[in-house]
């Protein structure tokens, strides 16, 4: 068993760790496509838009609810790859830590 202060020490580190990949996510810029790249959104990786871009193709169709859904369903795919690549990276930084019986990450 490992002793308290050896613990709080890792703790410590895995925090540091955390730190810099939150920094190093928010300035990571994370692509997404809907409707075969009709739409495209990019994203950082603290979860903000950066930018949105819809095809000529799809301005000219003039359909609302198209464009709606697509970028709708661009940004929830650039979210869903942000929480994916923070998640890769949490088990790689706690993957090191051992935790009590009953603990899982």
């Given at each position: 068993?490992m002793?308290?202060?050896?613990?709080?020490?890792?703790a410590?580190k895995m925090?540091e760790?955390?730190?810099?990949v939150q920094?190093?996510?928010?300035?990571?810029?994370?692509?997404?496509e809907a409707?075969?790249?009709?739409?495209?959104?990019?994203?950082?990786g603290d979860?903000?838009?950066r930018?949105i871009?819809?095809?000529a193709e799809?301005?000219q169709e003039?359909d609302?609810?198209?464009?709606?859904?697509m970028?709708a369903a661009?940004?929830?795919?650039a979210m869903q790859?942000?929480?994916?690549?923070m998640?890769?990276?949490q088990?790689e930084i706690?993957?090191?830590m051992p935790?009590p019986?009953?603990?899982?990450?």
């Amino acid at each position: 068993m490992m002793n308290m202060g050896k613990m709080m020490h890792q703790a410590k580190k895995m925090q540091e760790k955390m730190q810099q990949v939150q920094q190093e996510m928010a300035q990571a810029e994370i692509s997404a496509e809907a409707g075969g790249g009709m739409v495209r959104v990019v994203a950082t990786g603290d979860k903000r838009i950066r930018r949105i871009e819809v095809s000529a193709e799809l301005w000219q169709e003039q359909d609302k609810a198209l464009l709606e859904d697509m970028v709708a369903a661009a940004v929830n795919a650039a979210m869903q790859q942000i929480d994916d690549a923070m998640a890769a990276k949490q088990k790689e930084i706690f993957s090191g830590m051992p935790l009590p019986p009953g603990f899982s990450l």
